[in-house]
């Protein structure tokens, strides 16, 4: 399978490839160097890091909706 890289350095994935990653708009994607090129998947939040702060999460806490934050103004260094 073949992707064209654009003048500004952009790529568009098949609709099946994004699918099987489970990537859609806003997702972000991991580029790991390996010895034979390039392994690309999903970057995901690792829950088990979280897992020290749960304890500091009060009860009945209302979950934290990603999407809803990302389509929120913020300070930019904050979207890193």
């Given at each position: 399978m ?12 098949p609709?099946?490839?994004?699918n099987?990653?489970g ?5 972000h994607?991991e580029?790991?160097?390996r010895?034979d ?6 970057h995901?939040i690792?829950h088990s890091k979280l ?10 806490h209302?979950?934290f ?5 990302r389509?929120e103004i ?7």
């Amino acid at each position: 399978m073949l992707v064209k890289v654009t003048s500004k350095r952009q790529v568009t994935f098949p609709e099946s490839v994004l699918n099987a990653l489970g990537a859609g708009p806003g997702s972000h994607l991991e580029l790991q160097p390996r010895s034979d090129g390039f392994l690309l998947r999903p970057h995901t939040i690792d829950h088990s890091k979280l897992a020290p702060v749960r304890k500091l999460i009060k009860p009945r806490h209302k979950p934290f909706d990603l999407n809803h934050f990302r389509n929120e103004i913020h300070e930019p260094s904050l979207r890193d």
